[in-house]
């Protein structure tokens, strides 16, 4: 299971009424390594400046890896932190996590992270296996 939900939250989700603050909460607490490498991405951001941060520490563990995955592959995960952070994410390999500022997205560096030969570029032997 990807997220644990309390039984109030279960039931506020089946009436339809999920706050995205209590989503959030719920994936903080789920997710502690993966909460810990999106935070520190958009600190960074929000410190540098400009347009774009990155993270690209590999996990320390097959579980935290596991975290970053499942955080980053929900559209409803992914899109809950891109909604309480005000950026957007973007996600390489199993652990380069990018963000960028709402504006920046669609321009010249944002493309050049998601497309095709940011990836391959950004592959290396000991990443092969994640």
């Known amino acids: 299971m990807s997220l644990t939900v309390s ?3 279960l039931a506020a989700a089946e009436r339809g009424e999920v706050l ?3 989503f959030v909460e719920c994936v903080r607490t789920s997710l502690p390594y993966a909460w810990e490498v999106v935070s520190k991405v ?3 951001l929000d410190a540098g400046g400009g347009e774009f941060a990155d993270h690209e520490v590999p996990p320390p563990s097959e579980r935290a890896r596991g975290e970053l995955l499942r955080a980053l592959a929900s559209d ?4 809950g932190l891109e909604r309480h952070f005000g950026a957007k994410l973007v996600f390489q390999n199993c652990h380069r996590v990018a963000a960028f500022r709402p504006g ?3 321009g010249d560096r ?3 992270f998601v497309s095709p030969r940011g990836q391959l570029l950004n592959q290396t032997p000991e990443l092969r296996n994640c």
């Open 42 to 44: 958009m600190a960074d």
């Open 76 to 79: 409803a995960i992914r899109g």
């Open 110 to 112: 944002y493309r050049a």
């Open 20 to 22: 995205d603050a209590q």
């Open 104 to 106: 920046a997205v669609g």
């Open 7 to 9: 039984p109030d939250l």
